[in-house]
């Protein structure tokens, strides 16, 4: 199907409500001076087929001047939350016991959660190294069964650290002067409240929560659509209504 090079839309000289979107993300990271993106979207890692919403974050750095670096978190190892803050006890997720002791992996000292120590291998501390260093972060990724996909909910989890260390040990918020966005992708159900949703969690956590870092796109508002022809039908709009040129065999 996608024997052809895409071409750009640009000058046909119409704009939808995705490209507002678009352009008002770009507009406003334009401000920013160092920015990540985290991909949690995946395929298998054989595949060459690449998640949209990982195409759109590159779309959206490309216009950026360099002042993005992208991480796709669908890549790293990265352990699941342990929980700790629900334990019969008291809740010690993220407490000064928890520092992860090295120069490398934790220049800024403030990287505290149990399973990067429990797990030598755990690969969080690529995300809260780069995440420290840089003043707006935009998550991206798709919707599954309603939700964020899991690798967004691992990732959300795993940075609880970060949020208990004000909300309950009354310590400083280490993420006052950080954007937080959300951008995903779905086919028919559920985005806007995902993004509700999700906006609030990031406010919990203390990021700042621009509106215009936040939205999503989704092929249909017919929560009953899974026809193969509307799968099939998804892919050229999606890069349709972003203007993206792909070429692939
Ligand atoms: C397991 C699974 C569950 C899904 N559930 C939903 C859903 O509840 N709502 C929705 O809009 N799309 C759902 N989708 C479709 C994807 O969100 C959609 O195809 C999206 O374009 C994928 O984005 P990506 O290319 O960035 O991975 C689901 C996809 C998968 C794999």
């Not at 993300?25 to 395929?43: A, P």
């Not at 629900?86 to 090295?102: I, P, Q, T, V």
């Not at 780069?130 to 959300?156: A, P, T």
Request: proline content about 2%; some cysteine; aromatic content about 12%.
């Amino acid at each position: 199907m996608l024997g052809k090079t895409f071409k750009s839309f640009k000058n046909l000289g119409f704009y939808t409500n995705m490209n507002k979107n678009l352009e008002k993300t770009i507009d406003y990271l334009k401000k920013k001076k160092k920015i990540l993106f985290l991909t949690t979207s995946n395929r298998w890692s054989g595949s060459k087929d690449e998640p949209k919403s990982a195409l759109l974050a590159k779309e959206i750095a490309s216009k950026l001047n360099n002042k993005v670096t992208i991480i796709d978190v669908a890549k790293l190892a990265i352990y699941v939350c342990e929980g700790n803050v629900s334990k019969r006890k008291y809740n010690d997720c993220g407490e000064k016991f928890a520092l992860l002791k090295d120069e490398e992996k934790n220049p800024s000292q403030c990287h505290r959660c149990w399973a990067s120590l429990n797990n030598p291998d755990d690969e969080l501390w690529r995300i809260s190294k780069e995440l420290f260093q840089s003043d707006c972060v935009v998550f991206f990724g798709s919707i599954r069964w309603g939700q964020m996909n899991s690798i967004y909910q691992k990732l959300i989890e795993r940075l609880t650290w970060i949020e208990n260390r004000h909300s309950t040990f009354g310590e400083s918020n280490l993420l006052k002067n950080i954007d937080a966005g959300l951008i995903c992708i779905g086919h028919n159900w559920n985005g806007k409240n995902v993004i509700k949703i999700q906006k609030k969690v990031l406010n919990f956590f203390g990021f700042k929560t621009p509106k215009e870092l936040f939205w999503n796109w989704q092929y249909t508002n017919d929560a009953n659509e899974e026809s193969q022809e509307s799968y099939k039908k998804a892919f050229p709009k999606f890069i349709k209504d972003f203007e993206i040129e792909v070429s692939e065999g």
